[in-house]
T-cell receptor, first 114, second 113 residues
């Protein structure tokens, strides 16, 4: 069974630009969550999608947005990039309706903002 | 109240020794406590998890101890091996939003020969 895949793996952008990251969950997983990982703040929850609907949202500005498609693939978008957005962005997928369901993480997209 | 605290920030253990990582939480609505292991260049992977209705869970060399009244839980790695060298995250979530996982800041474990 293929794991969670994220593209691209590395990305370099400049301040003010926007970026779109992609995540393909494990086949059969319908829930996709996004996290930002930085040395200073650790792993922070961005948002979670299930059946094309955002179910949960973390405390990030509106510049961070996401969506999920009917095949459960998800994208996240960051507009007007700031230097502080440099981070590893992780996507995780899980089966729905399970108590304490395990989240399977992808390898992440390393975003560098110059 | 959503925060999960974790200590120590880094840990060096001799091969064969016991590694202990401690975590604490405030929100009593949390009812699922997973531990994740992350190697460099990889995403976190679930190691072991516990619910507050049990005080201990063991899987191989990994044991979670849970103290509900103190709102604390810890990971013990017995017979630590160099291959256990990684960053460990404790985490918490609640039944109403299991996919919103709150992570601790992480512990970098180095197991030296």
């Amino acid at each position: 069974k293929a794991g969670v895949t994220q593209t691209p793996r590395y990305l370099i952008k400049t301040r003010g630009q926007q970026v779109t990251l992609s995540c393909s969950p494990i086949s059969g997983h319908r829930s996709v969550s996004w996290y930002q990982q930085t040395p200073g703040q650790g792993l922070q929850f961005l948002f979670e999608y299930f059946s094309e609907t955002q179910r949960n949202k973390g405390n990030f500005p509106g510049r961070f947005s996401g969506r999920q498609f009917s095949n459960s693939r998800s994208e996240m978008n960051v507009s007007t990039l700031e230097l502080g957005d440099s981070a590893l962005y992780l996507c995780a997928s899980s089966l729905p309706w399970s108590i304490g369901n395990e989240q399977f993480f992808g390898p992440g997209t390393r975003l560098t903002v110059l | 109240q959503q925060q999960v605290k974790q200590s120590p920030q880094s840990l060096i253990v001799q091969k064969g020794g016991i590694s202990i990582i401690n975590c604490a939480y405030e929100n009593t609505a949390f009812d699922y406590f997973p531990w994740y292991q992350q190697f460099p260049g990889k995403g976190p992977a679930l190691l072991i998890a516990i619910r507050p209705d049990v005080s201990e869970k063991k899987e191989g060399r990994f044991t979670i101890s849970f103290n509900k009244s103190a709102k604390q839980f810890s990971l013990h790695i017995m017979d630590s091996q160099p291959g256990d060298s990684a960053t460990y995250f404790c985490a918490a979530s609640m039944e109403t939003s299991y996919d919103k996982v709150i992570f601790g800041p992480g512990t970098s474990l180095s197991v030296i020969p």
